[in-house]
């Protein structure tokens, strides 16, 4: 039996491309399994964007590689953004590895395993026109009840930090029918949340017809399939139109969250940073959520330390922050990335400036984010169980539709019994930094 074993690092869509690799390898007679001792293939799709990703990559490149040295027969492969970055580099670097290959060949790494020749080799290409589709074997590594759905390749922002449109390519989008029939395969398999995520989701359909668009696309998830939990992830802040927010607001299964990274708030920083808006059009989309989506939970991602950042603009932020009230903020200190425009940008911020910035915003998003969970005391809400909690067994542990998977809070429910998937209504009786209390009543 020809076995393997798969790490999969960096974020949902590289997980998704993890999932496609599954399926041309299993499809083609390899069987996954949980410990690396026990495979002949030792696999690591990796993470490349930025400087923390692309050392904890290389530090997982070199764990397996013990496991090859004790045993010679394994072979250990290396996939992803990590590889399409710096390809030359890591086959000279890093000769334990017996196969490199980068981004668009997920469906042909099954092909490239059984070719491997007996000496280190790299199967590199520039970012191609490809893009997965549903006919493509895909085994999820998620739990049954949820998946990603990847609606996007590629990204046309030219954000002066970013690397993805050199990594991933220009903006492809694949067809509304195309997407629409993967979607109807993981209702039917059991899933009750489905995630679209894309580098950009509100570019959706702009590289093909006027007709295509993101409403345009949820209109018909909604219309042919009867999944729960539609989630929305990563929405470009000058593209959030109204037709959308009117589209949440008349569909409950498009759950009250949206994800949009706003990165900054202060206008010399955006600008710098090649984003297309202002602090008054962030106030404004805020303003506009919360009178079309009152209830919807808004999540962001901030960056502080950019090169030229001032006190001013740390102020800006943390004044926006407490009359925003947004219920869940990431916040990462700036890091220069090789071949980014910006690192190029002076004046550079010191690590302990940054460090310091990174911790007085936290500190702030902490307090607001207990506040918020606060108000969720007394009512009941509905709750798609995820298991028995990893923090006890005597818990249930859960999300609702304001927390998504893996990155935002949890609500532990200690009263009532429920299985793996379900969607109970929990009354929530306590609130703490980032989770909720509660116990089942139907």
Not at 22 to 38: F, I, K, M, R, Y
Not at 142 to 155: A, D, M, N, Q, V
Not at 336 to 359: H, L, M, N, Y
Request: proline share 5%; hydrophobic share 40%.
């Amino acid at each position: 039996m020809k076995k393997l074993y798969l790490t999969s690092l960096g974020c949902a869509k590289n997980l998704v491309d993890s999932e496609l690799m599954l399926g041309s390898l299993e499809s083609n007679g390899w069987q996954t399994v949980e410990d690396p001792t026990e495979a002949n293939l030792l696999l690591i799709n990796t993470c490349g964007f930025i400087r923390p990703a692309v050392e904890e990559a290389i530090d997982e490149i070199l764990h397996l590689a013990e496991y090859k040295q004790a045993d010679p027969t394994k072979k250990l492969v290396v996939t992803g953004c990590l590889v399409q970055r710096y390809g030359v580099t890591l086959q000279k670097e890093l000769p334990e590895v017996d196969l490199f290959v980068g981004i668009d060949d997920e469906q042909q790494l099954a092909e490239l395993v059984r070719q491997m020749p007996s000496n280190s080799s790299l199967v590199l290409r520039q970012p191609s026109c490809s893009l997965s589709n549903s006919g493509m074997p895909r085994r999820l590594s998620t739990p049954f009840f949820r998946s990603w759905l990847k609606i996007t390749e590629g990204c046309n922002n030219r954000c002066t930090f970013c690397m993805i449109p050199s990594i991933r390519g220009n903006l492809r989008s694949r067809p509304v029918a195309d997407l629409v029939t993967e979607a109807c395969a993981l209702g039917q398999s059991g899933v009750k949340e489905l995630s679209l995520i894309a580098q950009d989701l509100t570019a959706y359909g702009n590289d093909l017809d006027a007709e295509t668009h993101l409403t345009a696309l949820l209109q018909q998830l909604l219309a042919e399939t009867d999944i729960p939990w539609l989630r929305l992830f990563y929405l470009y802040p000058a593209s959030v139109s109204e037709e959308l927010l009117e589209l949440m607001a008349s569909q409950p299964r498009l759950v009250p969250y949206l994800d949009i990274p706003f990165q900054h708030v202060s206008d010399q920083v955006l600008k710098r940073m090649g984003r297309r808006y202002g602090r008054r059009d962030l106030h404004q989309l805020v303003g506009r959520i919360r009178q079309l989506l009152p209830d919807c939970a808004l999540r962001t991602t901030l960056m502080v330390g950019f090169p030229g950042e001032t006190e001013q603009d740390v102020e800006e932020l943390l004044e926006s922050l407490k009359e925003w009230q947004l219920d869940h903020v990431g916040v990462f200190p700036y890091e220069d990335e090789e071949g980014a425009s910006a690192a190029t940008f002076e004046p550079k911020i010191s690590d302990e400036v940054k460090q310091e910035r990174f911790e007085r915003v936290m500190a702030l998003q902490a307090t607001i984010s207990q506040e918020k969970l606060q108000n969720y005391v007394g009512r009941e809400i509905d709750v798609l169980v995820e298991g028995v909690s990893q923090e006890t067994d005597l818990l249930l542990e859960g999300r609702s539709r304001f927390q998504a998977p893996e990155i935002d809070g949890c609500v532990y429910i200690n009263d009532g019994e429920a299985s793996s998937g379900d969607i109970v209504k929990v009354q929530i009786t306590d609130a703490h930094i980032y989770d909720l209390v509660g116990g089942i009543i139907s």
